[in-house]
């Protein structure tokens, strides 16, 4: 078996920081790096991976005038595979403390 690994971008909205509610929301989005989510137990002879994106994507993606996280890419990777946030963490603090969300389809 695999996971399937889904990267997103998160972006703040810095123009709403001194909004005060009324009329439109200053626009002025800066890139605030993202997350990992997985789905395990993947099985790609069974589903293809832009499926399962769409049916997740729902509980994964968010829009609102101050914050918005967007699904960037995914790929089907190893059951034993790391991110990269997982790698640092075992190199930097000898253990893996945070892992990806695990996302149940």
């Not at 509610?21 to 790096?33: E, F, L, R, S």
């Not at 990992?36 to 991976?49: A, K």
């Not at 101050?66 to 059951?79: C, H, K, N, P, S």
Request: negative net charge; proline residues 4%; hydrophobic residues 35%.
């Amino acid at each position: 078996m695999s996971k399937l690994l889904i990267t997103t971008q998160v972006f703040e909205n810095y123009g709403a920081h001194d909004w005060d509610g009324k009329g439109q929301c200053p626009q002025y989005w800066k890139a605030k790096g993202g997350n990992d989510y997985v789905i395990e137990d993947f099985d790609p002879l069974r589903y293809t991976s832009s499926l399962i994106v769409q049916i997740v994507r729902p509980k994964i993606e968010s829009d609102s005038d101050y914050f918005r996280e967007q699904v960037i890419g995914w790929q089907v990777v190893a059951d034993h595979y790391l991110t990269e946030f997982e790698q640092s963490q075992l190199e930097y603090d000898g253990e893996i403390t945070y892992r990806p969300q695990v996302l149940a389809i």
